[in-house]
């Protein structure tokens, strides 16, 4: 089965693509890149490195009071690169931590990550304090990843060129939609206006071909 991926060269920019196919109505796909954070408050910024304390911990994330008393929160997925069972594996309410400002947004708040900072895949779970004394090293290394992987992302989208046909392949599916992997870019196959047979015959790793054309918002 064929799936169409329509985008315009202003919408390259913007990671916004248009899916359809021969059979089915166009279909609107976002690409799943960063989205511009909402500034929830103006003492952080995204790629910051504060400190604070740990001041609560739920079954998958912990509330985090930073330094300038500003209120955050670490999710379990974010604590390491290794998998981790629960939050008190490695954290316990008090406990003084340093970690990456990820994300600002006005309805998730300010968002952390210690896994960025491991410089050994694994270190949070093993010994944290090290992790703790060479951040600077762990930001500076995550900042060139980062740099590194925007890069990839943007000649990426420079190959999607209007005309051109590329090969995708099905990532997963969230609550709203299907998420498939344009060599470097994800986008996103909306729930609505989807017929049922169609998202019925996708299944993560099928590989799919999109076409590039003409988009829509």
Not at 37 to 57: F, H, N, Q, R, Y
Not at 104 to 127: C, F, H, N, W, Y
């Amino acid at each position: 089965m064929m799936l169409y991926n329509r985008v315009s060269n202003a919408q390259l920019q913007l990671r916004r693509v248009a899916v359809s196919a021969p059979f089915l109505r166009p279909l609107t796909c976002h690409a799943a890149a960063e989205a511009t954070p909402e500034a929830a408050t103006s003492s952080v910024k995204i790629d910051e490195l504060c400190s604070g304390k740990v001041t609560k911990i739920l079954p998958y994330f912990a509330t985090i009071t930073l330094d300038n008393d500003v209120p955050a929160s670490l999710h379990i997925s974010m604590i390491s690169n290794e998998r981790v069972e629960t939050i008190e594996e490695v954290f316990a309410v008090g406990d003084e931590l340093k970690a990456v400002v990820v994300s600002i947004a006005r309805r998730t708040g300010v968002r952390l990550s210690t896994k960025v900072l491991e410089l050994v895949p694994g270190q949070m779970k093993t010994d944290k304090q090290a992790v703790f004394a060479s951040a600077d090293k762990g930001l500076a290394q995550h900042l060139v990843k980062k740099k590194e992987m925007m890069e990839q992302r943007r000649q990426a989208l420079s190959h999607l060129q209007v005309g051109s046909v590329v090969t995708g392949t099905v990532k997963t599916r969230r609550k709203d939609g299907w998420l498939i992997a344009l060599d470097g870019v994800s986008a996103l196959v909306p729930n609505f206006n989807q017929r049922l047979d169609f998202t019925q015959s996708l299944e993560r790793g099928r590989s799919v071909q999109v076409l590039c054309c003409a988009g829509h918002k």
